[in-house]
């Protein structure tokens, strides 16, 4: 998978690194490349996830009052 970023004409290389991270982070390639860096056991996977998923809904309660 690539990603192409044109830079504009007269834009600068620092605008358009920031696309280029806008671009990346809204595709999740980041975050992918991030979690397969170390390889995480089934379980563990499992266990982040339920983690995560009563985080979530702990602030769903908290802000639905």
Do not use: G, W
């Amino acid at each position: 998978m690539s990603i192409e970023i044109k830079i504009r004409k007269n834009e600068p290389v620092d605008r358009a690194l920031r696309r280029m991270k806008k671009k990346l982070e809204r595709e999740n390639i980041i975050k992918d490349v991030r979690a397969k860096r170390y390889f995480e056991k089934p379980c563990e996977r499992r266990r982040r996830k339920v983690k995560v998923m009563a985080f979530t809904q702990m602030l769903r309660n908290r802000h639905a009052e």
